[in-house]
């Protein structure tokens, strides 16, 4: 079965950065569109960014673009997230989401906590 | 960037009734990029719909979808004790995907 683990999350100062990871099983990685997904503590569903299956098309949320960096690694069924520059309003749950064929996030990980402060 | 407004913000009704639940989008929205989703406290978001109406692999068959355009509808036809959770909406479009702020159905 289709399996997303998230891992990497953690306590940040502002400013600083945090590598997450996400590791895929159960389908055919290299065949799928990857998405980070987050939430902030009691709101809603924010769309972070996306890669396609080779890696060679990326889309950032405005919210984010110039400090986190979305990568794949195919061979390693591995999807990341590099994020710098953070701040206190980037404190969320962060889940990594398969992209399904009508551009629905159709599977999800168990996510992974973030958390900025001082 | 699309805008999607859910109503209402919080739906209080009874198990065994029927809900509906309402997204509208600030521009036309492609029907085939509409998708539904669950969510229960603790948990990952769950995928219910997409293509504004055909139910992801699992999903019963008292959950529906339907609209196109600006307007959307996600209904259950009869409110089983599991199904009280906050469901969200979300679209592609111009490289970016968006959610709507949710609906939180709650036990009356």
């Known amino acids: 079965q289709v399996q997303l683990v998230e891992s990497g999350g953690g306590l940040v100062k502002p400013g600083g950065s945090l590598r997450l990871s996400c590791a895929a099983s159960?389908?055919?990685?290299?065949?799928?569109?990857m998405s980070w997904i987050r939430q902030a503590p009691g709101k809603g569903l924010e769309w972070v960014s996306y890669i396609s299956s080779s890696g060679s098309t990326i889309y950032y949320a405005d919210s984010v673009k110039g400090r986190f960096t979305i990568s794949r690694d195919n061979a390693k069924n591995s999807l990341y997230l590099q994020m710098n520059s953070l701040r206190a309003e980037d404190t969320a749950v962060y889940y990594c989401?398969?992209?399904?064929?009508?551009?629905?996030?159709?599977?999800w990980g168990q996510g992974t906590l973030v958390t900025v402060s001082s | 960037e699309i805008v999607l407004t859910q109503s209402p913000g919080t739906l209080s009704l009874s198990p065994g009734e029927r809900a509906t639940l309402s997204c509208r989008a600030s521009?036309?929205?492609?029907?085939?990029?509409l998708a539904w989703y669950q969510q229960k406290p603790g948990q990952a978001p769950r995928l219910l719909i997409y293509?504004?109406?055909s139910r992801a692999t699992g999903i019963p068959d008292r959950f529906s979808g339907s609209g196109s355009g600006t307007d959307f509808t996600l209904t259950i036809s009869r409110l089983e004790p599991e199904d009280f959770a906050v469901y969200y909406c979300q679209q592609y479009g111009s490289s970016r995907y968006t959610f709507g702020q949710g609906t939180k159905l709650e036990i009356k």
């Open positions: 159960g389908f055919t990685f290299s065949d799928y569109y």
């Open positions: 293509g504004a109406s």
């Open positions: 521009q036309s929205v492609s029907s085939s990029y």
């Open positions: 989401a398969r992209v399904g064929a009508t551009e629905a996030f159709d599977y």
